[in-house]
């Protein structure tokens, strides 16, 4: 049986060998048809008839171990292009260190990247190699989002931005972080992400601040999702917060200088349901508009929090022996899941432990401490 097995083995490693061989012959003999064509495909580029897909590419995509089904439901005007760059595509990401299997998955996932020229490619990787330290860093987000990389085809704008978002003093971390988490920051106009700014810039104004660029800067950094949401969207938001809370200016400035950034983001319809819901959980529970007030300064991540999920991890906790005064004292608590709340407070009821006495700091424990203090407790109680 273990010669059997063995020689399975061997058969699937022969015809892994063989499949990345064809890869490669099939890479260099294709190249050289397409090495020469700079121009990007871009939406002006001849389409086939609404029915019909380019055949030739079909073929090129199945060598590339490209799953078309996937392609064919995410971006199906690319299959009917007369001209593409899946080869040169392949070829160049294969230099930078990608394997068979991340190129094709990347192709699967973001078909419009076989539309970008070599000339572009050389470009865009190199201005991302200013922000990042290697060729593995860029393919390893490419892997996970491609689109990331592939969505903009105009290199201009990714070169003014970040040319800008250097100036007003973000770091490299923060950069890589827009790049790989609020790609479309970079395929705005420089325009655009200007009048963010100089919005955020005047809101510290108003509020009497006396910094302007360096409370821009900071909110960006803690919430890197800002520059691709309206200036509307984040005026509306900053209005509900101050007139919902009844905050003072001092206070607001705090608030956004803080934590507050996280939630600027939301839609103007989700905070106030959820503002509104924060209140009235807060009033059946017998507390003051200054409680909510002071909770919201202390942990404004609650207001990111759906109106049922926050009800039910409250009530889990109020059930379980906890105070609202210790949830208030202690909101970060609420950071976890109901099912992680439950199965703990399940552990602490089992060895008696007294929150009253001890209060709620173990609920906010990483995993390893927590354990480690059940397995202290359990042997207390059991002498």
Not at 5 to 27: A, N
Not at 201 to 221: M, R, V, W, Y
Not at 233 to 254: F, P, Q, V, W, Y
Request: aromatic share 6%; proline share 2%.
């Amino acid at each position: 049986m273990a010669s059997v097995s063995g020689i399975r083995t061997l058969i699937r490693i022969h015809h892994s060998l063989v499949l990345q061989k064809s890869f490669r012959r099939s890479l260099l003999q294709l190249a050289s048809t397409c090495i020469t064509w700079r121009h990007c495909s871009g939406s002006n580029d001849p389409l086939l008839p609404s029915d019909t897909e380019n055949k030739s590419l079909l073929e090129n995509l199945y060598v590339l171990g490209v799953d078309v089904k996937m392609a064919r439901q995410r971006q199906p005007g690319v299959l009917r292009k007369s001209f593409t760059n899946e080869m040169c595509l392949a070829q160049f990401l294969q230099e930078k260190g990608a394997s068979c299997k991340v190129i094709a998955s990347i192709v699967s996932r973001y078909p419009r990247a076989i539309t970008r020229s070599l000339d572009h490619l050389e470009e865009r990787w190199q201005l991302w190699r200013n922000v990042f330290n290697t060729d593995a860093e860029i393919v390893s987000i490419l892997d996970r989002s491609p689109e990331s990389f592939f969505r903009s085809s105009d290199n201009e704008d990714l070169k003014k931005n970040i040319a800008f978002l250097i100036s007003l003093g973000l770091n490299s971390k923060d950069l890589r972080r827009l790049l790989t988490t609020a790609p479309r920051t970079f395929s705005n106009t420089l325009e655009l992400n200007k009048q963010m700014v100089e919005f955020l810039e005047d809101i510290c104004l108003e509020l009497g601040g006396k910094n302007p660029e360096q409370f821009a800067t900071s909110i960006i950094s803690k919430n890197v999702y800002l520059l691709i949401k309206s200036t509307k969207r984040i005026g509306t938001n900053i209005n509900n917060l101050k007139t919902s809370l009844m905050l003072s200016d001092a206070e607001l400035l705090a608030l956004l200088q803080g934590k507050g950034a996280d939630i600027l983001v939301l839609s103007n319809d989700c905070l106030k349901r959820n503002i509104h819901s924060l209140e009235e959980k807060m009033s059946l529970l017998g507390f003051k508009e200054s409680d909510m007030k002071k909770l919201v300064l202390n942990y404004p991540n609650i207001l990111y929090i759906g109106a049922a999920t926050l009800n039910s991890k409250l009530d889990c906790l109020l059930k379980g022996g906890i105070t609202i005064k210790q949830i208030l004292e202690k909101p970060k608590v609420l950071d976890y899941s109901i099912q992680n709340i439950t199965e703990r407070l399940k552990e602490l009821q089992r060895v008696g432990y007294d929150f009253e006495k001890n209060g709620i700091n173990i609920l906010d424990s990483s995993k390893k401490r927590f354990v480690a203090k059940i397995e202290k407790l359990s042997g207390v109680s059991e002498e």
